[in-house]
């Protein structure tokens, strides 16, 4: 137990700090913000492009790990769209801004510094993969549901191709043949980028919560936790412990990225769109709040820490 709160106490205490400094007027929305933006635009990229350079990515792909995955985000991405609708009179984008705060995971924010100290470098390259191909199909499938028939593929591809972690993906892929040539300068100026990136956005994450708050109530911002943060996990760890065969830390990562709450980018998504902004906002905040005590028996149960 001590040792899975090592892993979730420092992600979640920074998380806190953030908050109480937002809370008491230490700092204000605009840090908040300032954070965010260069944690997405620069840091997290920078990880993540040092991370697919150097990695050893396997030829073989284990399949049973992404369909492990996302049949979860599959499950709880219909579930909230139902739920938000047959018993919340929901309707529109804001049933899809619903959908996506259940199965789009914070993993930017809380995954990655929560995963690589529960796995390490074992566990930064499945990671990382999932990464990769998590926001293009979340992003996309949002998208299409939103604008319906409506939905320009070419518009789609333009808002992926610019967003900063595709733009990492791409260029980490692209530079792997060249790792052993590539300047030390650049890691020298790459790296502190890099290793920013956890503090910044879990303290940014604490600015955030202290202003979303639960604008919506609570009841189907619970419903929306309850299948992120326990659902989700339980249909992936049953699937990638039970069906399939994979690494032990790669059926882990799977399970702990998807017991991660719900990400940021439903809350912009609604925002983009002018629907089910409170929903969101209340959704993120809700699950953040409660992953503390649901990540710890998802790290009990795959006997980590």
């Known amino acids: 137990m001590l040792g899975s709160l090592g892993?979730?106490?420092?992600?979640?205490?920074?998380?806190g700090v953030g908050y109480l400094a937002r809370r008491t007027g230490l700092v204000t929305d605009r840090a908040g913000e300032g954070l965010s933006?260069?944690?997405?635009?620069?840091?997290?990229?920078?990880?993540?492009?040092?991370?697919?350079?150097?990695?050893?990515?396997?030829?073989?792909?284990?399949?049973?790990?992404?369909?492990?995955?996302?049949?979860?985000?599959?499950?709880v991405w219909g579930l909230a769209m139902w739920a938000s609708r047959a018993l919340f009179a929901v309707r529109g984008?804001?049933?899809?801004?619903?959908?996506?705060?259940?199965?789009?995971?914070?993993?930017?924010?809380?995954?990655?510094?929560?995963?690589?100290?529960?796995?390490?470098?074992?566990?930064?390259?499945?990671?990382?993969l999932l990464i990769a191909v998590h926001l293009p199909v979340t992003m996309t499938l949002a998208t299409v549901l939103a604008e319906g028939r409506q939905a320009s593929p070419l518009a789609i591809l333009r808002r992926l191709a610019t967003h900063p972690i595709i733009v990492a993906i791409?260029?980490?892929?692209?530079?792997?043949?060249?790792?052993?040539?590539?300047?030390?300068?650049?890691?020298?100026?790459?790296?502190?980028?890099?290793?920013?990136?956890?503090?910044?956005?879990?303290?940014?994450?604490?600015?955030?919560l202290r202003r979303y708050g639960l604008k919506a109530g609570w009841k189907l911002p619970a419903i929306i936790a309850a299948l992120k943060l326990v659902l989700h996990p339980l249909v992936v760890f049953g699937l990638a412990t039970l069906v399939f065969e994979?690494?032990?830390?790669?059926?882990?990562?799977?399970?702990?990225?998807?017991?991660?709450?719900?990400?940021?980018?439903a809350y912009l998504f609604a925002e983009r769109y002018g629907e089910g902004v409170a929903v969101a906002s209340s959704a993120v905040a809700l699950s953040t709040a409660l992953a503390l005590a649901t990540i710890l028996v998802w790290l009990r149960v795959l006997g980590v820490g």
Request: net charge negative; aromatic share 10%; hydrophobic share 55%.
């Open 37 to 75: 933006e260069f944690v997405f635009a620069l840091a997290v990229p920078c990880l993540i492009f040092r991370t697919l350079v150097r990695a050893e990515i396997p030829e073989v792909q284990p399949w049973g790990y992404w369909i492990s995955y996302f049949a979860g985000v599959a499950v």
């Open 93 to 128: 984008t804001a049933g899809v801004v619903a959908g996506f705060a259940a199965g789009q995971a914070n993993t930017v924010l809380v995954g990655i510094p929560m995963i690589l100290k529960a796995y390490g470098d074992e566990g930064a390259v499945p990671l990382f």
């Open 246 to 265: 994979m690494p032990r830390a790669w059926a882990g990562v799977a399970v702990l990225f998807a017991a991660c709450p719900s990400g940021i980018n």
């Open 170 to 208: 791409l260029a980490g892929s692209a530079c792997r043949p060249l790792a052993g040539h590539l300047p030390e300068l650049l890691w020298q100026v790459l790296d502190p980028i890099g290793n920013a990136a956890v503090p910044c956005s879990l303290v940014g994450m604490g600015i955030a």
């Open 7 to 15: 892993i979730v106490l420092p992600v979640f205490g920074l998380i």
